[in-house]
């Protein structure tokens, strides 16, 4: 007697299972982007209120970015909601697709599930009723990794009573990387966006890219679903306390700092656009594109300038031309020390402007001192910072017998 002709594919059933769950892992985990390809940019808008520079900026740089992704409220450590209250008719007006973005304050250790999912679908409510191009909700909480698994569950709530269309995504922090628990909260978001820029160390500046680079491969090796990497377009400044911690550290927000040692942390333009090649050469598994923190205006001062930041979006070269010039102030023959930036890309402060033999008086100004030494009298940088491109910054005075007195600039 024959077989049955249905015992036969039983047999071959074990490999046929494995298959199938090979072909389905494969199509779940993010496939590797093709080398040598421009990634994407998106801007984070940060700013807790809105100008007319910010304004102007959302105008002027819309066309530089995929989306915004907009901070529209932030829950603080007590619970209490604070209203970004960005302008919706300047968001629609720039055409361009935006991210919600609800930030929770770390030190929110009971998310109270019903107070965020509510404060998300009015908020999104709101925004689209405005005319906004909404492309999705993000949620932006810097939580310490023993919450990663209270954080998931809350998420797979929000995501679960999110309306059909609008993506999930959260921003995540390099310290969660060695979490067990990590794999299972990305599995929840559509998409995450790992931040590599931050103070850990004041010796160690806001980026480090060798160390953003080792977190990015880490990271695609964690998640199976799409990504970008936020990196920074500005600065800080840090102060810490005798034993080297971290007292206070002010970026887009004056802050009350402390007594003590500070420092100006700044991540060059040239740096970064260095950093962005090597990722466009040779993108990590599953990166999706890049987000920017943060969108630059007029008025912030530690954020690069507008045309740098649109320069480096734009994979230009960056051509700084950072010159020094003496200019009449007034009478008794003194003159200001200005020194202008005419290139399209935001320059370190010069080291020291040497001042010619002939000046008898002189002084430093806006964060420049009178020094001297063997070569003679010179204007030396108190503290770094950047000279933006198309500016003009008084440093100093001096008073001069040569009616031409010459000006060296040393890097």
Known sequence: MHAPRIARPLLHWPRLAAL???????????????????????AYVWQRRWTPAVTRALADGADAVRSWRVLAAEMRADGVWFDAAPDLAALAASQRPVVLVLRLDGRVNDLPPDRIIARATATLAAWRGAGVTLAGLEIDYDCATSRLPAYAAMLAGLKARLEPGVPLSITALPTWLNSPELPALLAVPDETVLQVHAVQNPTLGLFDGKRAHAWLDAYSRQTQRPWRVALP???????????????????????????????????APADMAAFVATLDRDPPRGLAGIVWFRLPTQADTRAWSLPTWRAVLARQPLTPDVTVAAQAAGAGGARDVLLANRGNSDAPLPF????????????????????????GRYLRRAQDGLLRAGVERAIGWIRCDSATPSLHVQP
């Open 20 to 42: 199938c769950s090979l072909l389905l892992l494969t199509a779940c985990e993010p496939a590797a982007p093709p080398p040598n390809t421009v990634l994407p940019n998106d």
């Open 233 to 267: 377009s500005y600065g800080s400044r840090v102060a810490w306390d005798d034993s080297g911690q971290i007292a206070a550290i002010e970026s887009e927000r004056p802050a009350l700092m402390p007594g003590g040692r500070s420092a100006e942390l700044l991540v």
């Open 352 to 375: 020291a402007i040497r001042l010619d033999g002939t000046c008898r008086a002189a002084d430093g100004i806006n964060g420049y001192t009178l020094e001297y030494d063997r070569q």
